[in-house]
């Protein structure tokens, strides 16, 4: 089988948003009413990341990773599991080309965060801020995102040989 030396992968999620819980956005904590509810921190654009990542290099999910059953996972830092992906990438000779990504939220308004959401997300894959792009949606006020039940996440990665293949 050929190898193009190249990689893309796809990932999405979506958690509700509730009451009494923290907003969390690519590592960055988001001043708001309401926060994301799940078994972790319900970090929904690092889970987005970081199945896009496992994805590209045919690593199954998330769920496969750290099964939301798991007690261990209960309120965890949801950059534990991006490091873990982004780790296991590495390993296989991968390197990150670009991640692009699109977090879909009625409220509370992102465009203020953008630019810290990436520079964060840069830092913790340890490659430039120029190589990742976060793009903020509204949902027109329809649908579970316009009336604010919940908050998706997008993301698409490109990965590149790091190491020559034998
Ligand atoms: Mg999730």
Same mark, same amino acid.
């Given at each position: 089988?050929?190898?193009?030396?190249?990689?893309?992968?796809?990932?999405?999620?979506?958690? %509700?948003?509730?009451?009494?819980?923290?907003?969390?956005?690519?590592?960055?904590? $988001?001043? &708001?009413?309401?926060?994301?509810?799940? /078994?972790?921190? @319900?970090?929904?654009?690092?889970? =987005?990341?970081?199945?896009? $990542?496992?994805? @590209?290099?045919?690593?199954?999910?998330?769920?496969?990773? &750290?099964?939301?059953?798991? !007690?261990?996972?209960?309120?965890?830092?949801?950059? /534990? &599991?991006?490091?873990?992906?982004?780790?296991?990438?590495?390993?296989?000779?991968?390197?990150?080309?670009?991640?692009?990504?699109?977090? /879909?939220? *009625?409220?509370?308004?992102?465009?203020?965060?953008? /630019?810290?959401? @990436?520079? %964060? $997300?840069?830092?913790?894959?340890?490659?430039?801020?120029?190589?990742?792009?976060?793009?903020?949606?509204?949902?027109?006020?329809?649908?579970?995102?316009? %009336?604010? *039940?919940?908050?998706? @996440?997008? =993301?698409?990665?490109?990965?590149?040989?790091?190491? !020559?293949?034998?």
């Amino acid at each position: 089988m050929s190898d193009s030396g190249i990689r893309v992968g796809l990932g999405h999620d979506r958690h %509700r948003l509730v009451p009494g819980r923290p907003l969390i956005l690519g590592g960055v904590t $988001i001043e &708001f009413e309401l926060g994301l509810d799940g /078994h972790s921190d @319900a970090d929904v654009l690092l889970h =987005a990341v970081t199945d896009a $990542i496992l994805g @590209a290099v045919g690593l199954g999910d998330i769920g496969e990773w &750290f099964p939301n059953t798991d !007690p261990q996972w209960s309120n965890a830092n949801s950059a /534990h &599991f991006l490091l873990t992906a982004i780790d296991e990438v590495r390993k296989r000779g991968w390197e990150i080309s670009n991640l692009d990504c699109t977090i /879909h939220a *009625e409220r509370p308004k992102l465009s203020p965060y953008k /630019h810290s959401i @990436a520079a %964060r $997300i840069a830092e913790l894959l340890r490659i430039d801020v120029s190589q990742v792009n976060v793009k903020a949606k509204t949902g027109e006020k329809v649908g579970p995102i316009g %009336r604010q *039940e919940a908050i998706d @996440a997008d =993301a698409v990665v490109l990965l590149v040989r790091s190491t !020559p293949t034998s």
